[in-house]
């Protein structure tokens, strides 16, 4: 890594100066007695996934795909309860295993509107009779909005099979789920374990699953501390912390936030929500009650290094947000809008929040990969002019409007199991709106707006389009990615999906786990149906993920693409950031240990990834960032045959160049428009390649400012097995008259 000024590697005191606390402290000690609790880590690798199943033809559906329910805000105010609960689900067949359909275990979000009414998920087909994996509710809202949900965690762990799930928590001193391969020990008759294995394969970054929770607003530029982004929290479940327990203390905050009053430090929280969170922490530490199998009946406490209290008691006294809380968490904060004078120049904040489709999903390192299989995830619409100006082109474009969430459902632990038998691999299944190969039907001539997620935990794809039949297909203008809006320059050239004027092809892998796509859809005027295709290009292979149909009679009057003249306006805050405006330049290394020769696992063992050949360690900030600063990062990747999709939370960046080596020098391809640059929040990085004795990391470059929110947060490769593997980093943007600490 390179930079201009200290980077501050520091312990865990810098949190202190953001006035938030987020993870960290001042003792050393305090943050080292958790650092084994609560950070286990499950992942699924990139390079071999078991538990995925590709469904054959017979289990495709042929059903129009299904609009996931909706909680939306009113008046200003987008208030909801979402709960995590658990509950027996269906999963499709496994062909890798020769089984059918199976039940598994698996948790997921229902959503509450203001008016306490269920609206996702729905009820099953049949009393009685499990329902199949699916996404969590779609959240729809308005750039200036408040946002104050409820988060309860009602995970009930017991109901887990064979201790799948909390290992750690329950006193497991690894907390390391295990693998083995097909190979036997002579002395013993055992399988070989190969998996944990030895340094590195340990907390937090070892794959086990976690029923902690928190959540992650992907794509929104609002604080990162306390009640905001805040994906330091640690959640523990407990099923008695009632919506109506909580629900006059939460009114109380909400109000306080409505009001403008500051609620950065807990100190600002009504103390009777203060003293309450601290007594279930007690409870939490003195019983097994709510922990599923653990204690005796005769000392049902935890010991000491596992208790909860004393830490949270810790960062109070130092001025720090208690990061571990149990049951229930009030997340609120407002949609940042953007003000500016008549020259265009801001008035109050350097950036808006970016209208478009973002989403959310948990985000507990070391699980985080397990929760987003089981479907804890959702789409998170967030409107604004940009919508205001497709509406006016197209008034019943909301009405048609499809929210499009793609994604792996599991519910398999350990992505090393099976890897190294001599059953075949496969390509894991991608499912759309919890469905397998859905349709959408259109009339002839009309225009759709498509919001697609790409919510995988491995699927590094590129939109391929339709295939034409009978000379005939569907058109497509992308208008946004990454919920960021496209200047008409780039919506023009068709960037991202077909080559430019120049001839130039399109980027590869614009598509990755984390990605959006808003694309505006218009069906021709008759045939079908029409295949919608993803490429992905880690198993190099097409995938049809859905089909167009088109039905009916012909839209009228007839509907047009956007022109210059009726194309949405461009943001001033998302004009290009000039060479002349970077103040820091670093570089970021993503790879695995050194020496690996490729992606065999039972020659090499298990990967371990990492950034700057360090695995994410809680507690140690690896970026500090001065707000305000603009900074061009060069992201390196020097592992081969997986392209790590980066991602960095608060701010979005611009993509000012992508290298793609290849074996042959001369088919290497850079991407390099000299400006008007596509703004993103995440970018897969290409694969290195070995080459004439050498070896050539792939490579991209971004700019971004660190602007509005000072607080503490994460980057980390967006394949989140990857991340939960140890390829995160904590990073923090600290005012510049903060003094940054060091090693």
């Not at 709510?290 to 209290?309: I, K, M, S, V, Y």
């Not at 619409?381 to 509406?391: F, P």
């Not at 059953?423 to 709106?433: A, E, G, K, T």
Request: some cysteine.
């Amino acid at each position: 890594m390179e930079a201009e000024h200290p980077e501050g590697h520091g312990v865990c005191k810098g949190a202190k100066a953001l006035g938030q606390g987020g993870i960290g402290s001042s003792a050393e000690s305090v943050c080292s007695t958790r650092r084994e609790f609560l950070t286990g880590a499950l992942a699924v690798s990139g390079l071999a996934l078991s538990g995925l199943p590709q469904p054959t033809a017979a289990q495709v559906a042929t059903d129009e795909v299904q609009k996931i329910g909706e909680l939306r805000s009113q008046s200003g105010r987008l208030r909801c309860v979402i709960t995590i609960r658990n509950e027996e689900r269906v999963l499709p067949p496994d062909p890798s295993a020769g089984t059918g359909p199976r039940k598994a275990m698996l948790r997921y979000f229902e959503g509450k509107d203001s008016a306490g009414t269920v609206v996702w998920p729905p009820p099953p087909a049949s009393p009685g009779v499990p329902r199949p994996p699916l996404p969590g509710p779609t959240l729809r809202a308005r750039v200036g909005d408040q946002v104050q949900i409820t988060y309860l965690n009602h995970v009930r762990v017991e109901e887990f099979p064979g201790g799948s799930i909390d290992r750690l928590e329950t006193g497991d001193p690894l907390g390391c789920d295990e693998a083995v391969g097909s190979e036997t020990d002579p002395s013993t008759g055992k399988a070989i374990k190969i998996y944990p294995e030895g340094a590195g394969d340990r907390s937090p970054d070892c794959f086990h699953g976690s029923s902690t929770a928190n959540l992650h607003f992907h794509g929104t530029h609002v604080t990162p501390d306390g009640l905001g982004d805040n994906v330091l929290l640690q959640l523990r479940p407990n099923p008695q912390v009632t919506e109506d327990l909580v629900r006059g203390h939460f009114a109380e905050i909400f109000t306080r936030a409505e009001l403008g009053l500051s609620l950065a430090h807990w100190d600002d929280l009504p103390q009777d929500w203060r003293t309450f969170q601290l007594d279930l922490l007690k409870r939490y530490d003195d019983t097994a009650v709510w922990q599923g199998n653990r204690g005796t009946p005769e000392d049902p406490a935890l010991p000491p290094n596992r208790r909860l209290l004393p830490h949270a008691e810790a960062l109070i006294r130092n001025g720090y947000w208690p990061q571990y809380q149990v049951g229930a968490y009030p997340f609120s904060f407002k949609l940042t809008e953007y003000f500016a004078d008549a020259q265009c120049k801001p008035t109050r904040y350097a950036m808006g929040q970016c209208p478009g489709t973002h989403w959310y999903h948990a985000h507990k390192h070391g699980s985080t990969a397990i929760n987003v299989l089981n479907g804890m995830a959702g789409v998170f619409v967030i409107e604004g002019d940009y919508d205001d100006a497709l509406g006016k082109i197209y008034p019943n474009l909301k009405q048609t409007e499809k929210v499009l969430i793609v994604e792996n459902f599991s519910d398999s632990v350990n992505a090393m199991t099976n890897t190294l038998s001599n059953q075949p691999r496969f390509i894991p299944s991608l499912w759309v709106n919890g469905q397998l190969k859905p349709t959408i039907t259109m009339r002839p001539g009309e225009i759709q707006l498509w919001r697609l997620v790409n919510a995988s935990i491995r699927a590094v794809t590129s939109v391929t389009g339709f295939v034409p039949k009978d000379g005939k297909k569907p058109e497509i203008r992308q208008v946004a990615q990454d919920g960021v809006q496209f200047r008409y320059e780039n919506y023009n050239e068709r960037l991202l999906l077909e080559p430019s004027s120049a001839g130039a092809p399109p980027r590869a892998n614009t598509f990755a786990p984390g990605n959006r796509m808003d694309i505006l859809v218009k069906a021709p005027d008759e045939g079908g149906p029409y295949e919608f295709i993803l490429t992905d290009s880690t198993v190099s292979s097409a995938i049809t993920i859905l089909t167009l149909t088109v039905t009916g009679t012909e839209v009228d009057p007839p509907m047009d693409f956007p022109t210059k003249d009726n194309y949405p306006p461009f943001p001033c805050f998302l004009e290009d950031i000039g060479e002349a405006e970077i103040k820091i330049w670093r570089k970021l290394e993503f790879g695995w240990e050194r020496g690996r020769t490729g992606t065999g696992l039972a020659a090499e063992g298990a990967p371990k990834f990492m950034i700057d050949r360090k695995q994410f360690l809680e507690g140690r900030y690896d970026q500090t960032m001065i707000l305000g600063d603009v900074e061009e990062w060069t992201l390196l990747n020097s592992t081969t045959g997986i392209a790590h999709p980066f991602h960095i939370h608060v701010n979005p960046f611009q993509v000012v160049e992508v290298y793609e080596p290849a074996t042959d020098k001369t088919q290497d391809k850079t991407h390099n428009p000299g400006g008007n640059y596509v703004w993103q929040d995440v970018v897969a990085i290409p694969p290195g390649v070995p080459r004439d004795g050498t070896f050539i990391p792939g490579h991209v470059k971004i700019r971004h400012r660190f602007v509005d929110f000072p607080g503490s947060y994460v980057l980390h490769c967006h394949m989140l097995a990857h991340e939960d593997r140890g390829m995160m980093q904590l990073v923090r943007v600290i005012p510049g008259s903060t003094i940054v600490a060091h090693h």
